[in-house]
């Protein structure tokens, strides 16, 4: 990739709603898992780099595990959400919080 400025996007929200297939929308491929219910697909934070030549930007998109993660402790899904630390050392410009 080129070096364009970066924008770093924080997908977060309750297991099931979709983050990952928005994830999947924005990099305009599939590389975030898809889950098929209320099973979480994503079991730690993960990120994607895309390009976007025409309006000269490059992003990063980090995909959160559920807020409401069906099958770990709540201690587990704080600590893999500060992981999105480590995969924005400059900081976040958009967190897109999911909802119902």
Do not use: W
């Amino acid at each position: 990739m080129t070096s364009l400025p970066r924008k770093t996007v924080l997908l977060v929200g309750p297991t099931g709603i979709g983050k990952s297939s928005l994830g999947n929308q924005l990099a305009g491929k599939s590389v975030f898992e898809v889950s098929d219910g209320m099973n979480s697909a994503t079991q730690k934070c993960s990120d994607f780099d895309a390009q976007d030549e025409q309006l000269g930007v490059e992003y990063r998109i980090i995909d959160t595990r559920g807020l409401f993660d069906t099958k770990k402790s709540s201690e587990e899904v704080h600590a893999d959400l500060a992981r999105f630390a480590e995969l924005a050392p400059n900081g976040i410009d958009a967190i897109l919080v999911m909802i119902e």
